[in-house]
């Protein structure tokens, strides 16, 4: 792992650097140890309309070293199951913990 900025990260570049450190992203540990999905969460939350499918793509084969377009389908198909639930519950909104708050 390391610390070095997401910027040395392949296929990451400017607008999603910006966007990662501004969702509280600044460096390669800090993604590796949330994962891509939840930093696909992060994204999407922050950046709803800018931040699609290919944002998770991207972060997934940079953790992994590779282009997106080299995910593995299996990879792919997982990745895009996660950013359904995301985008669902972006549409849903914020969860209240009771029917009457």
Not at 4 to 15: K, N
Not at 44 to 60: C, D, H, I, M, W
């Amino acid at each position: 792992m390391s610390d070095a900025p997401i910027s040395t990260l392949p296929g990451i570049g400017a607008v999603t650097q910006g966007r990662l450190e501004e969702a509280g992203i600044g460096t390669i540990l800090e993604l590796r140890a949330m994962g891509s999905v939840e930093a696909y969460r992060r994204l999407k939350f922050t950046f709803p309309r800018q931040v699609s499918l290919n944002a998770l793509y991207a972060l997934e084969a940079a953790l992994r070293g590779c282009h997106w377009l080299d995910l593995p389908q299996d990879v792919k198909t997982a990745l895009q199951q996660e950013a359904r639930a995301i985008d669902e519950a972006f549409r849903r909104g914020p969860v209240t913990r009771c029917a009457t708050c």
